[in-house]
Structures are given as structure tokens and as C-alpha cells.
DNA sequence: TCATCACCTGGAGA
DNA sequence: ATCTCCAGGTGAT
């Protein structure tokens, strides 16, 4: 039995990384590629049968650091304590990739259902604890899968992205491993040229799977809560939608401001904005 | 470079 | 019941 301390389960699973997981009594259960991953809540830390629990909830990473760094101002540090034990996770790039491809204007409940749909359809049906699951589907299913087979799941206009973007993957165009050594901004721009990616959910990609805790996505609420609680700061904000430069040069200063760690900073705000208008998740 | 707009689909609210 | 509106955006014009 690994134990990692500090963790908050709960805060973690349900900050809109993660899609697949599900919470049966006090046991967390996720698909995490062709892994199963399992966690439960101590009292003093959090239990899993596999040691690859501990990469995946980035043990590595030095919170007290990190939160030290994020604090510029008295929001985050009321925050970064509210949501103590909220992390980052560090997630299979395939599916994470696919996650965030499929959220576009679409809601949490229904990402889940398609990316559950992907994976009764295209997955492999495993027994794991006497219960059975079904894994991530492989780059090469989906590059070959129908766009009719896809729409089955439920993606609508997301079909052809997903399509193209898996078939980016399985050509060797999108090379998980080369984006994680590349420093941020290159892998930025070599996501992009995926067909269904935008700044967003790059960003998305890049820090939940990649390693790139300086990639800040700002989506409506993101840039609700800086127009909010930041406008001071970052002028010039509105709540319309951002221009391609806009993006970047809001990225640029956010960076500036939150340090290295911004990717954090992005997330207890997330967290926080989005509990406070009562959204749902998983 | 920027502003609009269409887009699949499931769920919530009128 | 039936309708409208919206949801963690992106691509095309």
C-alpha cells in the first residue's frame, strides 16, 4: 500500500481535471490510460494499491514551495489554505489530449458521458478487484475509428476533431514525449496546429499531462474570475472572448505576476469560482 | 488582426 | 410536454 500525505482526494478529483473517476462510498476509482487507479482518503494521507498513484497525484512536486510562490496576494493565500491538499495531477497526454478536445463548449456531465462512450466502445474491457473497467482507448483505435463510429459516442462537431487530432498522434506528428522535454511556449505551438486545439485547451493539455506548471488555461470562468477579483491588475480584460493575442499577451502577464507555478494559482481559483456558483462535478 | 457565427448534444429551467 | 438556452472553445468567413 503506497501513502501519500498531504492530499486532498476530494478537492483534487473534483477541480475539472479528470473526468473519469467516480466515488462509491468513500473509494475513488478512475481510468487513467490502460491503468485502473484506485485511492481512498486516510485520516492521515491517502491509500492505493499501485505505486503509480504517486505520479499520477505528482508527489514529486514540493507544495509548500510552491504555494509560497503562487501567494502575490491575500485571494490565493485564503484560497490555497481553503482548498488545502488540492493538486495538480499528471495525467496519461492520450487521454488528457482527447479529454480536453472533447470539452469544447460542452459541460462537465457530458465530457464524462462521451469520454465513458469512448470507452465502452473503443476500450478494453478489464477485471480489476472483482469489478470490471474499461481503459482509455489506444492511439490507433481511434485513428482508425469512423467519424460515424465517433458521433455514436455522442462528440457531434468534436468527431472530426478527435479524428484528426488521433491521427496526428498515431502519424508521430504529435509526440508526447518530445512536447514534454520542449519548453513551454514550443510545445504551445506545436499543439495548436492540431485540428480542434486552441489556446485553452493546449494549455489544459500541457499542464495536466505535460509537466508545464506555467501553462495558465483561461476559459469563461478563469477570465470571470479575473475580470472579478484581478481587473486591477490585469486591465483590460472584458468578459468577451479573447483575441489569439489577447491570450497571449494575458498568459504573458499572468506569468509574470503568479511566477513558475501559475498553473496552481489557475486552479485553487478555478476550484474556488466554480464552488461558489454551485457547478457540478464528477 | 479582429469580430461574428455555426456547431452536436444532453440537461436545466421556463 | 415542448421549447429555449447554455455549457471549461474552435474553425471558418
Known amino acids: 500500500m503506497q501513502k501519500i500525505s498531504k492530499i486532498n482526494l ?3 478529483i473534483n477541480s475539472g481535471q479528470v473526468f473519469l473517476w467516480d466515488k462509491k462510498g468513500d473509494k475513488w476509482t478512475g481510468v487513467n490510460g490502460e491503468d485502473i487507479l484506485i485511492a481512498t482518503q486516510e485520516p492521515f494521507g491517502l491509500t492505493s494499491s499501485s505505486t503509480k498513484i504517486n ?20 485571494l490565493i ?4 489554505r481553503r482548498f488545502k491538499g488540492l493538486r495538480l495531477m499528471r495525467q496519461d497526454p492520450f487521454q488528457c489530449y482527447i479529454s480536453f478536445i472533447c470539452s469544447s463548449n460542452s459541460s462537465i456531465p457530458n465530457i464524462k458521458l462521451m469520454l465513458q462512450n469512448l470507452c465502452k466502445k473503443f ?25 460515424k ?16 487530432a488521433s491521427k496526428d498522434v498515431a502519424s ?33 493539455i500541457l499542464l495536466f499531462s505535460l509537466d508545464k506548471l506555467e501553462a495558465f488555461p483561461i476559459d469563461r470562468w478563469t477570465q470571470k474570475i479575473l475580470l472579478k477579483y484581478y481587473s486591477k491588475i490585469f486591465c483590460d480584460i472584458t468578459e468577451k472572448s479573447l483575441t489569439e493575442k489577447k491570450y497571449e499577451n494575458l498568459h504573458e502577464k499572468l506569468l509574470e505576476y503568479f511566477g513558475p507555478y501559475a498553473g496552481y494559482a489557475q486552479q485553487f481559483l478555478f476550484k474556488m469560482e466554480r464552488d461558489i456558483n454551485k457547478k457540478s462535478w464528477l
Open 10 to 12: 476530494d478537492f483534487t
Open 149 to 164: 463510429e465517433l458521433l455514436s459516442c455522442g462528440l457531434g462537431f468534436r468527431a472530426k476533431y478527435v479524428r484528426e
Open 123 to 147: 476500450g478494453t474491457r478489464i477485471e480489476f478487484n472483482r469489478q470490471h473497467f474499461f481503459t482509455f482507448p489506444e492511439v490507433k483505435t481511434l485513428a482508425n475509428a469512423s467519424v
Open 55 to 74: 505520479n499520477f497525484f505528482r508527489e514529486d512536486d514540493d507544495l509548500e514551495k510552491i504555494l509560497t510562490n503562487i501567494s502575490r496576494d491575500s
Open 77 to 80: 493565500r485564503r484560497t490555497a
Open 172 to 204: 508521430g506528428r504529435i509526440d508526447f514525449n518530445l512536447l514534454r522535454k520542449a519548453d513551454y511556449k514550443s510545445a504551445l505551438k506545436s499543439l495548436k496546429t492540431v485540428y480542434g486545439i486552441g489556446n485553452k485547451v493546449a494549455d489544459c
